[in-house]
């Protein structure tokens, strides 16, 4: 099993980390609840075959994202 990867400032913020296909983080509020808003800023892209959308870098700003705790 690979060591938990993931940037410090998410310290605190990490409910399960698993490495299946790729590693997958669970994430959650500092009061430990998992249902979070989530804002985003840049282009989703979209790959063939993959389950799943991207938030990418768009043509005029860097990709972002933020949750929180509604």
Do not use: F, N
């Amino acid at each position: 099993m690979m060591p938990e990867k993931y940037p410090t400032w998410l310290e605190g913020h990490v409910k399960e980390w698993t490495e299946k296909r790729l590693p997958t983080v669970t994430l959650c509020s500092s009061t430990g609840k998992e249902l979070l808003e989530v804002w985003y800023c840049g282009d989703l892209l979209t790959v063939k075959g993959e389950p799943q959308s991207y938030i990418v870098d768009g043509d005029e700003v860097p990709g972002l994202v933020a949750a929180r705790d509604p």
